[in-house]
């Protein structure tokens, strides 16, 4: 079995890729293992950037009588009119507690319940409270400084819409409202495994991958490093609780490149070998159900393929948007960027200048990359149709960044 | 004592605010609060998003060694001169642990250092194993397929500068190097107190300033709800321990607006009343060193309130960039907006389309404003020089959106 119709990939070790599948197929398999996760229930504390699984409608009114929007005093309006600075209105102070008197007013603070009888709050600076009774310098409308019971929001209103992610602020909101729990997509179980020998070289793929499991609201189910037993990397793939694996390391061409190998021993390869530079040697299966996504060992290019591919799945399965979370930024290319026709090619660049950006290319790493990690702001997308870009043109760049900075 | 040389400002209570201060000279008050906090070493793990208060620089080369950037074969290049498909040159294929014998090539994975004496790596596609024997169908140029030891990083070079804030791939970069621990700016400690009494209304406050707080890098030191009584008020802000002090609610102009008065009491009030609708009635102060913000209780003024100072002294004390953290969108404006000359107004909008986003604007809340809460994608700030924009207007949208949703 292998997946849309494409034959099980070759063994490529020792032998190098025959052919190499385009990024726009290795998508199409990655989109058709997108399913949004069941919901599970959370309390709001927990709620931030968490998507609704289900709509939110409000339980009840807000507010949930007329209330007073401001600090004032609580009077019927008609006994306001024609007060002046020369010839106040005098009303009797009273308690807000029961309904209000005739020539009376109230002291209310904003947010309070209008008692019966009054029809609006007098600011402060429009009056003078003397003992038991208050000055009125001028008149007041009916209904002025009062919030009407539903005003703000009616029961029943619909407030989010499933799939929303939820923002700072939300919380709040739904607080408010007396909401103390929502529905939420369950955040996608993701198993990290690290293939190859422990060698001189510390492990950059798995704090890397860690990261954007994390960024893209995934959670690291298991982890493990230094796989480099064929039987043991199959098992660890194999063993239930994850809803997706990552490999990384492993996935190339070499004698010990025991990956694509191990993914065949326990389930399908169904793509090996991708059109993108870096990241080519990226492949995907699956072992029952769950997908197995292989990435390169090489840090720049595991993040390139993860960005692709891992990352999409991870965000489509939590019920975000599958598409790149980065925020862009259009920008004006310093140099040129030449690439292959018939290759995409992830390629990073440094961003200068403020208003009017401008995107230096930088070298295709040619080994780990690691250098470029810390020398890139984003990356570009060198679509595989295109040879590259001429020194000037206007490309979009993709940010890691994770704020904005505005001054 | 006061802020700035301006006087303690009056008590409001029941006479409203005589004037405001401008919401520049709030500003300056809050700039002259910040300072970086101390430095704390954390592990890798846990830096993302967190601000480098030392620069950092790479321990070692990276490479260590010459290493191959691919899999294959190391060779002597000179030894594959000739090669072609019709006359392939043939050589031993030995171990890879030794130095390499002449005449001979080793199998080697990417990133493996190579072994002495070879100056190239041959990719598995040009070359075919024959048991003990290896045809090479191609000649190679010295150097072809070799990271060269210290070509990606020297040891020494500077990576970060100290004020970065860790990307997601940040990490990576530094484990690969053999880095475990960074020093970064402790986070600040922040108090949230909700002052006045429990009433019919669910605190929507809280939630709303705990999530802006975990947005701008700040860690909750503390949280107390339904202060409703001065001195316990004045209590809670004046306990040791806070790096800054938030008290939501009761900062108006009613009888029971205890928080500024609380404030008074252990400390000073530098500000009270602030030109900016909503959010008016925020001030600020000192207990000792500590900063102390009165937020209103209404929550889209509290908000509005905080994402203008309390969160620029967060960020600040953090070592973010103490400007709004959210990213912008250009906008044309699909209706007016109307406001006072010589009041800042923070004015919800509604955002739409795509490429060319228009922003509605909403009305500005009357009441908690929790609706607006609801509707708004972000915020436009209305300078106070100004009387508003018309319709048509090209604005500057800040948004609440946590993402770029690109496709």
Redesign the interface.
Known sequence: MAGDGVSAPPDVR????ADRVPVAQALRWIDARVHRLAAEEIA??AA??RVLARPIAAPAD???AD?A????FAVRAAETLGASDYDPVVLNLTDAAGPLASVSVA???????LPAGADAIL???LAQ?KGKSVEIFAPIAEGAGV?RKA???GAGAA??AAGR?M????????????IATIGVVRRPRVRLLIA?AK??????????????V??DGGLIEGFAADLADRAALAEAIAAPGADLVLVAG?S??????IAPPALADIGTVALHGIALRPGGSAGMGLVGQVPVILLP???FAC?AAYELFAGRLIRGLGG??P??????SGAELAGKIVSTIGVAEFRPVRISGGEKPRAEPLAM???????A??EADGFVLVPAAREGYPAGALIRV?L????????
Chains 1, 2 share one sequence.
């Open positions: 020792m032998r190098g890729f709001l504390a931030a950037g807000l507010p949930p209330t929007a401001l600090d004032g002291m209310l603070a904003a947010g309070a319940a600011p402060f600076e409270a919030l005003q703000d929001i407030l989010f992610r923002r700072p602020a939300d919380p709040g909101l739904l607080a408010g409202l007396g190859g060698n001189a070289m510390p492990d950059a793929d798995g704090p890397i991958l860690k990261s954007l994390a960024r492993r190339g061409t070499g004698a010990d490149d060992g090489a840090p993040l975000r948007a598409g790149f979370p980065h925020w862009t790493p040619e080994g780990g990359g690691l250098a990690l810390a993709y890691w960044g994770e704020e904005a900075e505005t001054p």
